[in-house]
């Protein structure tokens, strides 16, 4: 786990063993083994009526996407295949029952029946296409549902979803307003549509009901075959028609149908029931095997519920998951009004992807075995944390990358490990961890303000994450423009300045010089570029940031003054012109700061990481560029801030002039060169990548390289705590 929660309460173990197959939550036990003086030192026999008491979790349930007011990740849809195709079931406490499987390598397109836009229709599938990519171009996702009605094709650009009929009204508003959209919409009668439907039919074959559903279709009206969860037996097919957004609507479209239909005997659909409704959709996936469409199924019904299995030994891809593909089963539900994804693995298969999502497959073995068992005494620690599932897949709790992360040296580790948990003697503890603690291991009060006793701060040997690391020169152009630039694009000419600094020209061509010596186009754009044989002075030189050092910045004043104004009682009026840690803890990390001398009151410590632009870690120090110390010639001493009046130089000719320029380059005693800014600017210069609370993956990493084995590592770093098996 890398993010803390402060609000953690880890003076109890409340034990909450599940089991998946039977869904039921054993209620919290207490704990005695430790109490008794049960729980072995590390390394020493199992005992097992200690862990007996160790909840145990034959699968867990991993949120990929879910909603729950608290934790918020949502998707609208969610597409999935597997290359031997999928078996769709509905799932209940009775079981799972089959509703229909897929081809080889089809993807399936699922999203909840709820309420929808639609803007158009035609039966030109290249003028759908353009209006989808018009919508695309201002951030609107559309769905292109093909039907045949009148014995012709048709295309429908359908958006969505939305949670309630206001809301799909006042996008429709929105939607038509916009020039490239609202000029082809013109004149057809884009409407809001609904989850409420009428069942035109129920039949026992899926092909009775597409018969029906294309003579409705000969009638111009639109129809769609559901799978009903029934109660027993064999899947039934409904045929549904309307999609109302609400009963006064459903009642109108029924007299209209009844009128159009009058031998089809129409009755509403129970809004308990659960069905998946089947559509079929344009679709430009290259490895869609369907011929440019895909099958969209929406679930409808308050509680409903669908499997999705891969055939056995295959995995199932999720492509808005960053295409990563999943062992075990996809669970489709609605959970607070949105779609919920959740995958459901046996467990240790999930620590295997944990250690191999975290790590790397060419760190040592030893410190596989000490994140796995970390992750698996993590995961187990959380019960059931997200409503529905135990876990996301997030550093919220830990990454997990699916299958396609495994390496096999984190199977052996997960193997070699097997149920074996970290446990004090209040029983299984939070065994946070981060990827680097810079040098020196966080203590609790350090992050969160408060003690917990078997987190402490240690040294630890971290600094193989900048081995290797390339050097970037901080450099001036003639113009004095200024940034990082990476060394091997910079060579020196052996010319120098009047102050003796050497001059050195670009070898390439457009070359990126950034704010700070690290590559982020997002956060670290490049400012400028430098072509071959522009020149430059450098002034300093670093490493480029990684997860044991790293420079961010600089930052403009104003910029962190909105920041810092959010917590001080008296919001700074005039400029930011000093920020200064203040209390530090026993890592050295910050544990408070004052900013033009009022104390800064974050929620809690390690909170100052967001306030400053996120931070890698809190263990800094701060470079600020409006301030720096003159010495005169007859010793008198000058504080120079960015409020004081410029600076009035004397050039060799004697003549003494105030500076031009609000940015100045000074020289110091030691010959090192800064550079002085009005109004201010400031950098963060600090060490490790994290909260840098209980395990540095990093040290571990070091430890392993001098001999530790994984309980050694495991004890280093988590005081007090024994290894014991579920």
């Not at 000029?183 to 029906?212: D, R």
């Not at 000969?218 to 549904?240: E, F, H, N, S």
């Not at 074996?420 to 603690?437: C, R, W």
Request: glycine share 8%; net charge positive; charged share 20%.
């Amino acid at each position: 786990m890398r993010k803390h929660l402060p609000s953690l309460n880890i003076s109890k173990l409340c034990k909450r063993p599940v089991s998946l197959k039977s869904w039921l939550i054993v209620s919290c036990i207490t704990t005695f083994g430790a109490a008794a003086g049960l729980i072995p030192p590390v390394g020493g026999p199992i005992n097992t009526a200690y862990a007996a008491v160790v909840p145990k979790l034959d699968s867990i349930r991993v949120a990929l996407f879910l909603d729950t007011g608290k934790y918020t990740a949502n998707t609208p849809s969610v597409t999935l295949s597997s290359d031997k195709g999928l078996d769709l079931a509905f799932r209940s406490s009775a079981g799972a029952k089959p509703a229909f499987s897929t081809a080889d390598k089809a993807s399936v397109k699922a999203s909840l029946d709820t309420h929808r836009v639609l803007l158009w229709e035609s039966g030109d599938a290249t003028q759908v296409k353009a209006l989808a990519q018009k919508l695309g171009d201002a951030n609107v996702d559309a769905a292109l549902v093909k039907r045949t009605k009148q014995g012709k094709v048709a295309y429908q650009v359908s958006v969505g979803p939305y949670a309630s009929k206001e809301a799909a009204s006042a996008a429709l508003t929105k939607l038509v307003a916009l020039p490239a959209v609202g000029s082809v919409v013109k004149g057809y009668a884009s409407a809001v549509t609904g989850p409420l439907h009428l069942n035109a039919g129920v039949y026992a074959a899926e092909a009775e009901a597409q018969q029906q559903a294309a003579a409705i279709g000969q009638a111009g009206i639109d129809a769609d075959v559901a799978i009903l969860d029934v109660a027993a037996g064999l899947p039934a097919y409904a045929v549904m028609v309307a999609a109302a957004s609400d009963a006064a609507e459903l009642s109108a479209a029924k007299q209209q149908l009844n009128a159009a239909l009058p031998a089809v005997v129409l009755q509403p659909v129970d809004a308990a029931a659960s069905y998946v409704l089947k559509r079929t959709e344009l679709d430009d996936a290259p490895d869609n095997t369907a011929a440019g469409t895909i099958e969209r199924v929406l679930l409808g019904g308050t509680n409903a519920k669908l499997l999705v299995s891969p055939k056995p030994t295959e995995t199932v891809k999720v492509l808005e998951r960053s295409e990563r593909t999943y062992r075990g089963l996809v669970e489709l539900s609605r959970l607070n009004g949105k779609l919920a994804v959740i995958n459901e693995l046996p467990f240790e298969q999930y620590v295997t992807s944990v250690v191999s999502s975290e790590l790397s497959k060419e760190w040592p073995l030893e410190a596989l075995k000490a994140q796995a068992v970390a992750a698996r005494t993590y995961a187990l620690k959380q019960g059931v944390k997200y409503q529905i599932a135990h876990v996301t897949d997030t550093t919220l709790d830990q990454a997990y990358k699916g299958a396609g992360a495994e390496f096999a040296s984190a199977l052996a580790a997960t193997s070699a490990t097997q149920g074996e948990v970290l446990a004090d003697k209040a029983g299984l503890i939070t065994p946070l961890f981060s990827s680097n603690a810079g040098g020196m291991t966080a203590d609790p009060t350090e992050v969160w303000g408060n003690k917990v006793d078997y987190l402490k701060s240690a040294a630890t040997p971290d600094d193989g994450a900048e081995k290797g690391k390339a050097i970037w020169y901080r450099i001036i152009l003639p113009n004095g423009k200024t940034g990082f630039i990476h060394s091997s694009y910079a060579k020196a000419t052996g010319q120098k300045n009047a102050a003796g600094l050497v001059y050195y020209e670009a070898t390439g061509t457009d070359v990126s010089v950034r704010s700070a010596p690290y590559v982020d186009n997002t956060a670290n754009p490049a400012l400028f570029k430098v072509n071959i044989g522009d020149q430059f002075i450098v002034i300093d030189q670093a490493v480029e940031s990684n997860a044991y050092s790293w420079i961010r910045g600089p930052f403009a004043a104003n910029q962190l003054k909105e920041k810092v104004n959010t917590v001080l009682a008296q919001p700074i009026g005039g400029a930011l012109e000093r920020l200064e840690v203040s209390a530090r803890g026993a890592s050295g990390r910050v544990t408070s700061m004052k900013a033009n001398g009022q104390e800064l009151k974050p929620a809690y410590p390690d909170a100052l990481r967001t306030l400053f632009n996120n931070l890698p870690s809190t263990r800094f120090e701060i470079e600020e560029t409006g301030s720096y110390t003159i010495q005169g010639a007859n010793g008198t001493v000058r504080k120079q801030t960015a409020s004081s009046p410029k600076v009035v130089i004397a050039a060799g000719s004697g003549q003494a002039k105030e500076s031009a320029s609000s940015q100045i380059f000074v020289m110091g005693g030691n010959n090192k060169v800064r550079m002085t800014d009005q109004p201010s600017q400031f950098i963060f210069k600090g060490t490790g990548f994290g909260h840098g609370l209980g395990m540095s993956q990093w040290g571990a990493k070091g430890y392993a390289e001098l001999g530790y084995d994984y309980k050694k590592i495991l004890q280093t770093y988590y005081d007090g705590v024994s290894i014991i098996k579920e």
